[in-house]
């Protein structure tokens, strides 16, 4: 059976769980309440075996911290023997306003420490990414504008765009990226969004 790794990137613990850092955690927590399935751990994260769609699917949570991300990543991938361009990772993206996605194979990491890990353990930047927008601060403080939580606005939104995020991993499962990107690249949640929570 065709294996696939979904990693969702984050920081364990409950004091970063709802921080715009944890967006691919929220992401993969639904995907795995939409498949009944339960989080076991092991390879230094928390992850669940599915067959999607014909597919054998591992969804990981790395529970390293964010800039270790790929040990785990790397570990199950050889492991379970995924080639490289079956794994997606969904993680949180300053260059894109809160509420879009954008679903994008290879390239550099875009300074995002969790994505330049993968790319180090993997010795390979050929997998897939979900984007999920989180703005760019207003401050130059980044570090701490990723591990603080979404504002009171942006929280109204928010399930809706962890759906947003889930609903297009799950399309790459079942169609395929390009599908996926056509769309859902670029796509926001609704005009309210972008009426309210502007870039």
């Keep these: 059976m065709n294996r696939w790794l979904v990693a969702g990137l984050g920081n364990p613990g409950d004091r970063y769980r709802f921080t715009r850092h ?22 230094e994260a928390d992850y669940a075996v599915a067959d999607i769609f014909g597919k054998r699917c591992y969804i990981v949570k790395p529970q390293t911290y964010m800039n270790l991300s ?37 390239g550099s990491s875009g300074g995002h420490n969790g994505i330049n890990s993968i790319i180090a353990c ?18 130059k403080d980044v570090s701490g504008f990723v591990l603080s939580e979404f504002s009171a606005e ?6 809706d765009f962890v759906e947003l995020g889930c609903n297009a991993t799950i399309a790459i499962l079942e169609k395929d990226v390009r599908y996926a990107m056509n769309l859902y690249n670029k796509k926001i949640i609704s005009q309210e969004v972008n009426e309210r929570c502007p870039a």
Excluded at 25 to 40: I, Q
Excluded at 122 to 139: A, C, E, H, N, Y
Excluded at 154 to 159: A, S
Aim: hydrophobic letters at 40%; charged letters at 30%; proline letters at 2%.
């Design 122 to 139: 993997l010795s390979s930047s050929d997998f897939t990414r979900v984007k999920m927008g989180i703005d760019k601060p207003k401050s």
């Design 154 to 159: 942006e929280k109204k939104f928010l399930h």
């Design 70 to 106: 790929g040990k785990s990543i790397s570990e199950i991938s050889k492991y379970f023997d995924i080639p490289k361009e079956n794994i997606i990772v969904v993680h949180d993206d300053l260059d894109l306003s809160f509420g879009r996605i954008k679903i994008k194979v290879g």
């Design 22 to 43: 944890n967006i691919g955690f929220m992401v993969v927590d639904m995907m795995a309440d939409r498949f009944n399935l339960s989080f076991k751990g092991g390879f």
